[in-house]
Nanobody, 124 residues
Framework: QVELVESGGGLVQAGGSLRLSCSASGRTFIIFGMGWFRQVPGEEREFVAAIHSGSETSWYADSVKGRFTISKDAGKNEVYLQMNSLKPDDTARYYC?????????????????WGQGTQVTVSS
């Protein structure tokens, strides 16, 4: 079992920045990749970014490419999402997720463990 806890959400004006953190505990050695997803009430949970646990290889949704950066600190079992140039459309609850299998997934069904999420609200 892997436990994930997100932090760092909040209210920010358009154009601003936020940094989300995800702390993993438990059987972290089984994790192949880590991802960030977001969800707005009434809509599907959508992929934002992912990173391979054993390298710096990362992937991004087109909607955030160039604005968001995923990174990790393997020694602390933490993953981060630096979000710059935020837009009102980025408003959502952001979830951290862990993937046990190859390749690192980009859909909700690829991930095995989820955090509770952290709310990000971008005002116009």
């Amino acid at each position: 079992q892997v436990e994930l806890v997100e932090s760092g959400g909040g209210l920010v004006q358009a154009g601003g920045s936020l940094r989300l953190s995800c702390s993993a505990s438990g059987r972290t050695f089984i994790i192949f990749g880590m991802g960030w997803f977001r969800q707005v009430p009434g809509e599907e949970r959508e992929f934002v970014a992912a990173i391979h646990s054993g390298s710096e290889t990362s992937w991004y949704a087109d909607s955030v490419k160039g604005r968001f950066t995923i990174s990790k600190d393997a020694g602390k079992n933490e993953v981060y999402l630096q979000m710059n140039s935020l837009k009102p459309d980025d408003t959502a609850r952001y979830y951290c997720a862990a993937d046990r299998t190859f390749p690192v997934g980009r859909t909700r069904n690829d991930y095995d463990f989820w955090g509770q999420g952290t709310q990000v609200t971008v005002s116009s």
